[in-house]
């Protein structure tokens, strides 16, 4: 099984997933695979990792996992919804693993969260294999296996808030990362709207989080790069980007919240812009 | 060469330093080795990484990187200069690379710096092969050559600021993580005086952490932990500890002081806990 997909690699007797960045190999030791399955869209895998917990692996990368993807949805998902003072229509594209929805559906006044997400297989995978990662049910919660850049651009001033939980921009999701889609999201969001993108990693793809941007600046009065750090993706550093139509302040985070990362202080240290990526994004 | 030390590695015909934490193997793809010497407390490497350029390595482990080093070495340098609002007379303990040297050196108020290294050739070396990380030449810079906890514990309110940039807490710099290593900084500050102290990663190792953060609260009225992500170590997440007698309040970055990384935004920023950290440290 181990020698079909040249990411799993073994090391004295050990499995690892292995991924290869320029010049840096990181390899994730793996005890156990409990879903393996390629889709029509991609290698699915959940994995059970040492250092991580239970992992949802697509083509080889990283998704998320049982102990730190916390850290990611709840840093994409509460940053728009502090923003945002009612969201109560929500769109989700992407987001297969459920855990941005599992992050959204906290809110008492949100009313309906639209999901799209291409590959009904990693949404099943991911209730199946990651309890802990993946929303439970909810009836506010509406899943559609389709297209998200199809989906959205159907859509008319129907939404608070969007969120953009993309795997990277490789593969089927690559179109969720240029202009035409981010125009879509404009007009599917209400005249107070408030979108949220994941933008990959600032070290080793900051061409990805400046075509983002700038894509954004030229559509949104309000747009923030936003940073974080995933301990479980290459070089830990994250970069996501805000965009709002109009609202510019950030409410504390509703009590009654639960939040494992972020809380008022992290979000907002969240838009501190480190000059090394300042210099790349903002020229 | 390659074979006397576990932690250069090949693969596909190319050298790699490999990092073996529990369950996570990070392989750095390395060009040349330009210094490679045993030391009576340390294997000092000059490499040249494809990723980060020429990196120091002791013992196998990455300390400072001419492409990324700067993330740290302005991380620990200016958090305790924007307490101290005129810090005359500096200690470091440790930071061979000259790396903080290099950023206490930028303020013009400062008149004296005493940096204590155990190793002699790390500051050799780096002199040589890192000169974008080293100091340059200073008259206000004065190297010894011995055990910092020993010179510290011989000073009494002698500063108004002392860095601890030591190597991991293992080997030669253990105790500079020790209760009997903080109290004697404690004695050796001036009774206005500011330290910071690298605190390790509070992913794979939250507990020296807690134990600087703990041992330092019961010495200091003001402690405060703070966060940043260097992409060289493993997991990013970076933690360092700051700890004041008196000043509770970050000035704004000094104009003329040039970094890279950090700026008042960032400096702010970095105080923010995330919930999975502080309720380990607070506990």
Redesign the interface.
């Known amino acids: 099984m181990a020698n079909k997909h040249p990411y799993l690699t073994t090391?004295e007797g050990k499995l690892?997933l292995t991924d290869q960045?320029?010049?840096?190999?990181?390899?994730?030791?793996i005890q156990d695979i409990l879903f393996d399955e390629t889709s029509p869209y991609q290698h699915i895998m959940i994995v059970d990792?040492?250092?991580?917990g239970r992992a949802l692996i697509l083509d080889g990368i990283v998704q998320t996992t049982e102990k730190e993807g916390f850290?990611y949805n709840e840093m994409i998902s509460h940053m728009p919804l502090a923003l945002h003072p009612k969201a109560e229509d929500i769109l989700i594209i992407g987001g297969g693993d459920l855990g941005v929805a599992r992050e959204v559906l906290k809110y008492p006044f949100v009313r309906r969260v639209d999901m799209v997400e291409i590959d009904e297989r990693v949404v099943y995978a991911s209730r199946r294999y990651l309890p802990e990662v993946a929303a439970p049910e909810d009836d506010r919660l509406h899943l559609y296996f389709e297209d998200g850049a199809t989906f959205a651009a159907q859509k008319e001033a129907a939404y608070d808030v969007i969120i953009v939980d993309a795997a990277d921009p490789i593969g089927p999701a690559a179109v969720l990362f240029e202009h035409p889609f981010y125009l879509a999201l404009e007009r599917a969001l209400r005249e107070d709207g408030v979108m949220a993108a994941q933008s990959d990693s600032p070290?080793h793809h900051i061409d990805v989080g400046k075509r983002t941007y700038q894509s954004l600046k030229s559509l949104f009065p309000i747009v923030y790069p936003y940073f974080t750090?995933?301990?479980a993706y290459p070089?830990?550093?994250w970069m996501f980007t805000l965009a709002s139509k109009h609202y510019d302040l950030l409410r504390p985070l509703d009590p009654g919240i639960n939040?494992?990362?972020?809380?008022d202080?992290?979000l907002?240290?969240?838009?501190?812009?480190?000059?090394?990526f300042a210099e790349k994004l903002f020229s």
């Open positions: 090391h690892y960045e320029k010049g840096l190999r990181t390899a994730l030791e990792t040492v250092l991580f850290i070290i750090t995933v301990p070089s830990g550093w939040t494992r990362f972020v809380n202080a992290m907002r240290a969240s838009l501190a812009v480190p000059h090394l």
